[in-house]
């Protein structure tokens, strides 16, 4: 199983970026995506996650209005829009998969390897 992370960046604060999570070697249709991310010397915080068919979307409360996830089932694909950027946005943005409906980090199967996301003032 494989979840390649990419769309990582400079921006300036206000911008927008859109990060991609290509995933192969598992039924992607069948797991639920989730997005998070890590600012250096902090803890992983949940940025949100859509459910197995796109429907259904949860976000975190610091990213909320500003963040949207989707996925494209026929391209193994989900991703990350990011808009109105922040410098507190800044971080390494994982995808992850999982079978549980959940925002906590330990339920998710499969990781991505990251993409840097920096934001500038």
């Known amino acids: 199983v494989q979840l390649q992370a990419s769309g990582g960046g400079l921006v300036q604060a206000g911008g927008s970026l859109r990060l991609s999570c290509a995933a192969s070697?598992?039924?992607?249709?069948?797991?639920?995506m989730g997005w998070f991310r890590q600012a250096q010397g902090e803890e992983r915080e949940f940025v949100g996650r859509?459910?197995?068919?796109?429907?259904?979307?949860v976000y975190g409360d610091s990213v909320k209005g500003r963040f949207t996830i989707s996925r494209d089932n026929a391209r193994n694909t989900a991703y990350l829009q990011m808009n109105s950027l922040k410098p507190e946005d800044t971080a390494v943005y994982y995808c992850?998969?999982?079978?549980?409906?959940?925002?906590?980090?330990?339920?998710?199967?499969?990781w991505g390897q990251g993409t840097l996301v920096t934001v500038s003032s």
């Open positions: 992850a998969a999982g079978k549980g409906w959940s925002s906590h980090p330990g339920n998710y199967d499969y």
């Open positions: 859509i459910n197995w068919s796109g429907s259904s979307t």
């Open positions: 070697g598992l039924t992607f249709s069948s797991y639920f």
